[in-house]
């Protein structure tokens, strides 16, 4: 079993719809769990930090459901802009290092 | 801002070359880190360091040596460069919980 699992995708949405995704992770010691954007042929940049309590940035919301190891994003009106992949990624190893899911590819249409 | 910064966007060589991809951010960060990402594998942990003169292996450090003689540098070494060793290869610096990735070098062993 892979350490972080992600559905790949691609999701096509119509403008303003709302859209989730999962993440998976295996290693229930994991302490610290991140949201990263990436736009096509662009480095991956932090979108959110996900927390314990759930934590919300305007359109966007993530939560953390350790009992079952995962982690969600939701993202609300999407807009074009929105277009990207979307990694999720779990601190592990001591708090040294980030193990990414393949990342899912969001597609928002007109 | 955070400048994390690669020597090339694109580089070329050829089977059996050795093959230098330096890394350099600005922020003073101890932790710093070398993907690479291929369509489908994601993101995947190569070396990283977390301070001067210290490395650690990541999940695919076979084929790859690093070098981190300042702190703001850190470089990735391919001794002899192999096909499968074509990628896009990032490379990360990390405060706290925000990782910064620069540009990415695509690499293309021939």
């Given at each position: 079993?892979?350490?972080?699992?992600?559905?790949?995708?691609?999701?096509?949405?119509?403008?303003?719809?709302?859209?989730?995704f999962?993440?998976?992770?295996?290693?229930?010691?994991?302490?610290?769990f991140f949201w990263y954007r990436q736009d096509?042929?662009?480095?991956p940049k932090l979108l959110m930090s996900v927390?314990?309590?759930?934590n919300?940035d305007g359109r966007f919301t993530a939560?953390?459901?350790?009992?079952?190891?995962?982690?969600?994003l939701?993202i609300?009106?999407?807009?074009?802009?929105d277009?990207a992949t979307y990694l999720c990624a779990?601190?592990?190893?001591?708090?040294?290092?980030?193990?990414?899911?393949?990342?899912?590819?969001l597609?928002?249409?007109? | 801002?955070?400048?994390?910064?690669?020597?090339?966007?694109?580089?070329?060589?050829?089977?059996?070359?050795?093959?230098?991809?330096?890394?350099?951010?600005?922020?003073?960060?101890?932790?710093?880190?070398?993907?690479?990402?291929?369509?489908?594998?994601?993101?995947?942990?190569?070396?990283?360091?977390?301070?001067?003169?210290?490395?650690?292996?990541?999940?695919?450090?076979?084929?790859?040596?690093?070098?981190?003689?300042?702190?703001?540098?850190?470089?990735?070494?391919?001794?002899?460069?192999?096909?499968?060793?074509?990628?896009?290869?990032?490379?990360?610096?990390?405060?706290?919980?925000e990782?910064?990735?620069?540009?990415?070098?695509?690499?293309?062993?021939?």
């Amino acid at each position: 079993r892979k350490e972080v699992e992600q559905d790949p995708g691609p999701f096509n949405v119509p403008e303003g719809a709302t859209v989730a995704f999962n993440c998976t992770y295996s290693n229930s010691a994991s302490q610290s769990f991140f949201w990263y954007r990436q736009d096509c042929r662009k480095e991956p940049k932090l979108l959110m930090s996900v927390y314990s309590s759930g934590n919300e940035d305007g359109r966007f919301t993530a939560q953390l459901n350790r009992a079952s190891q995962y982690i969600s994003l939701l993202i609300r009106d999407s807009k074009l802009s929105d277009s990207a992949t979307y990694l999720c990624a779990v601190e592990t190893g001591g708090g040294n290092k980030l193990t990414f899911g393949t990342g899912t590819q969001l597609k928002v249409e007109l | 801002d955070v400048k994390v910064t690669q020597s090339s966007r694109y580089l070329v060589k050829r089977t059996g070359e050795k093959v230098f991809l330096e890394c350099v951010q600005d922020m003073d960060h101890e932790n710093m880190f070398w993907y690479r990402q291929d369509p489908g594998l994601g993101l995947r942990l190569i070396y990283f360091s977390y301070d001067v003169k210290m490395k650690e292996k990541g999940d695919i450090p076979e084929g790859y040596s690093v070098s981190r003689e300042k702190k703001e540098r850190f470089s990735l070494i391919l001794e002899s460069a192999s096909t499968n060793q074509t990628s896009m290869y990032l490379c990360a610096s990390r405060k706290r919980h925000e990782q910064f990735f620069g540009p990415g070098t695509r690499l293309t062993v021939l």
